[in-house]
């Protein structure tokens, strides 16, 4: 079990972390949180800079802790991070694993600046001691990271005092393993605000991932897993190797591996993929699109919302940019797939290809897209007009035509994702002609989810002449070499290797449902959030609201009362309707 020792900063005091330290003490107990107190600073006034003494009353606290024999993590606040790197130099504390909370990189003239205005009102400091903390800070910040030392970096969005940037410079520090968290909205005074809970829910969950022993048997599955899955895995991996587990154990990774059925139950581990709608606007109006019941003002995700989803969920390879919105609409789409790029992950855009023209592709391409999926029902106009208003078809296929060929060349994956239902099912041979033609690498069917859409689902309306267009549709998909998959791969690894039991076939697959859960595996692995910040239990329940991770703990709302609830029912005899109505379950 962790122990944590709690270091405040130069000019602050114990209260300062006394809601973070509260927080670990209900969750481990009182006896594994020790809250250092500097020497001097009991009386409220900033005493002289003692760099000896401070680091001295940090090796008591680690004295005193370690007597437990638990893993230490040194969690320093402000200058408190910089004492805590500089006790871990004279090696007279060797924690587990070192927390840095809004803690200067350097001190330079405007710093000094900044940190005057942070210390109106309060006790004046002499001229001598902000040279020494001044001198102490810049010395820390030059030098090397200390060997092994698992690092989490945390970061105020609105830090007046230590601006991300700088914050952000620990990055280039070279500590061996590094994650960063930055609290969009949170000041200086990091210990006294909304967010404590979600800090501290993160912290815990960095704690286990990052002490979590390895073993030879899991690393031999992981290589094999990011093998049958490709280069960017295997670069995530090399990035992100704490990551490993979390995907090899995740139910798609044990499917893929083929070692034991996924473990399914009320609780759910880490999420490896997060579907994240970046924009609520559209430029389509289709029939069956969730919009119809869930239209919500025009919005885009802001780009620090999207890096702290990101941050959140370090294991959370997978990225799917998709939701009730068309996501080629977010003016700063390329911004935000390269944030998750130059995180390693494989990051897939669903869009309906009406303004992904061959610029706009190759940007994207340059940013670090993994995967294209394109929404396409229709060929013909005259359909599409049903289908999908305002789909120009000519334009949409013309963009298609000239992207593939680039994302062939840059090893991306692509796709055609068709809802199939009564408004276009005869028509589906014309379509599979053409998309046979269109360079991308499979063809996904899908009959229509949600429980309004029924009545002109496939399921429910497929006649003759429905099954014979399937058929024929299938056939020509066939004979180009072009795959047909069915729905219950979308989230499926090793998709390239194990295709064949994902094809549409025999054709009926495409209406059929099931009683009970025997695809689905949503709800114990990705993470559908919207253009806010809400989480709801899937994609396919965009009603389905549990939490916003904007004002509460992740785990308090992927392991809540509410998913916990959720997954318990799909399990059941008796699953949610809106799961008995989806093609995906």
Avoid at 62 to 88: P, Q, Y
Avoid at 210 to 232: D, I, Q
Avoid at 515 to 523: D, E, N, R, V, Y
Avoid at 547 to 575: E, H, K, V
């Amino acid at each position: 079990m962790p122990a944590f020792v709690l270091v405040h900063g130069y000019t602050g005091s114990p209260r300062d972390l006394a809601p973070l330290a509260d927080w670990l003490a209900a969750r481990f107990g009182r006896q594994a949180v020790w809250s250092v107190c500097l020497p001097g600073h009991a009386m409220g006034a900033p005493p002289p800079f003692d760099e000896a003494a401070f680091i001295q009353s940090i090796a008591a606290a680690a004295e005193a802790m370690a007597r437990r024999e638990d893993r230490i993590v040194l969690v320093g606040h402000s200058t408190g991070g910089t004492l805590a790197l500089a006790a871990i130099r004279q090696n007279v504390i060797r924690p587990a694993l070192l927390v840095l909370l809004a803690a200067p990189h350097h001190v330079d003239g405007a710093a000094l600046n900044r940190w005057e205005l942070h210390r109106q009102g309060t006790s004046p400091v002499a001229l001598g001691d902000v040279a020494r903390m001044v001198r102490h800070i810049n010395r820390i910040g030059s030098l090397p990271a200390p060997r092994a030392l698992p690092v989490l970096l945390v970061q105020a969005g609105a830090d007046a005092l230590v601006p991300t940037q700088e914050a952000l410079a620990w990055t280039r520090q070279g500590f061996e393993a590094l994650r960063a968290l930055t609290l969009p909205g949170a000041g200086h005074d990091i210990g006294h605000t909304p967010f404590v809970p979600a800090l501290a829910d993160w912290i815990v969950r960095q704690t286990e991932d990052l002490l979590h022993p390895t073993n030879a048997a899991a690393e031999a599955a992981a290589e094999h897993l990011a093998h049958l899955e490709g280069p960017r895995l295997q670069h995530y991996f090399r990035i992100n190797p704490h990551a490993r587990r979390h995907l090899v154990g995740s139910p798609a990774g044990r499917q893929a591996l083929e070692t034991t059925a996924p473990a399914l139950g009320a609780m759910a581990p880490e999420p490896i993929q997060l579907n994240v709608e970046v924009t609520t606007r559209c430029n389509l109006n289709c029939p069956h699109c969730a919009r119809r019941r869930h239209d919500r003002p025009a919005a885009d995700m802001d780009g620090a919302l999207f890096s702290y989803l990101l941050d959140l969920l370090p294991n959370a390879w997978r990225v799917v940019l998709a939701g009730l919105g068309e996501p080629t609409l977010h003016p700063r789409l390329p911004e935000l797939v390269a944030a998750a790029a130059e995180r390693g992950r494989r990051v897939n855009l669903a869009t309906n290809g009406t303004r992904l023209s061959a610029e706009r592709c190759q940007r994207l391409i340059e940013a670090g897209l993994g995967a294209i999926t394109f929404s396409l029902d229709a060929a013909d106009p005259s359909v599409a007009a049903v289908a999908r208003p305002g789909a120009a078809v000519d334009r949409i296929l013309e963009n298609i035509r000239r992207c593939t060929p680039m994302a062939a060349a840059a090893g991306l994956a692509t796709a055609v994702f068709t809802a199939v239902s009564m408004r276009n099912v005869t028509h589906l041979p014309q379509l599979a002609a053409t998309v046979a033609g269109l360079g991308v690498q499979a063809w996904m069917l899908t009959d229509l989810n949600f429980d309004w859409n029924q009545l002109h689902s496939v399921h429910h309306t497929l006649d003759a002449a429905g099954r014979s267009a399937i058929r024929q549709a299938l056939r020509t998909a066939f004979a180009r070499q072009l795959p047909v998959l069915g729905v219950q791969g979308l989230e499926a690894f090793a998709l390239a290797q194990h295709y064949r039991a994902h094809l549409l076939f025999p054709p009926e697959r495409l209406g059929a449902r099931s009683a009970i859960c025997a695809h689905c595996l949503s709800p114990w692995q990705t993470l559908a959030v919207d253009v806010a910040g809400k989480v709801s239990v899937c994609d396919c329940t965009p009603d389905q609201v549990v939490g916003n991770l904007r004002d509460m703990p992740f785990g308090a709302i992927w392991n809540g009362p509410q998913m916990r609830a959720w997954r318990q029912q799909m399990l059941s005899a008796t699953p949610p309707e809106a799961c008995r109505a989806c093609p995906r379950f």
